[in-house]
Nanobody, 115 residues
């Protein structure tokens, strides 16, 4: 059974850092593409970063140079390291296992960047 659970969200000041974790079950990370998406109020859900089974990472232009995606196969966990956070990064962040039938989504974790 595939399950994804995000953690690590919360309130952080502008310029601060936060690391999100996505704990997985029923998933072998070396065989799938994992991704982080985010959705702010009134906005569409957008891809933030993805990482393939062989470890190749893609970062969205809006966060390139500030965010990094990684994974630990032994711990079955995917991470999103977020640095130099801005108020516009405020959103619910979702972990996703990609798939041709819609994939699998976690429930999301709130990130709020505010002073």
């Amino acid at each position: 059974q595939v399950q994804l659970v995000e953690s690590g969200g919360g309130l952080v000041q502008p310029g601060g850092s936060l690391r999100l974790s996505c704990a997985t079950t029923g998933t072998v990370l070396s065989l799938v593409t994992m991704a982080w998406y985010r959705q702010a109020p009134g906005k569409q859900r957008d891809l933030v970063a993805s990482i393939t089974g062989n470890g190749t990472a893609i970062i969205a232009d809006s966060v390139k140079g500030r965010f990094t995606i990684s994974r630990d196969g032994a711990k079955k966990t995917v991470y999103l390291q977020m640095n130099s956070l801005k108020s516009e990064d405020t959103a619910v962040y979702y972990c996703k296992r990609e798939g041709q039938f819609g994939g699998y989504w976690g429930p999301g974790t709130q990130v709020t960047v505010s002073s």
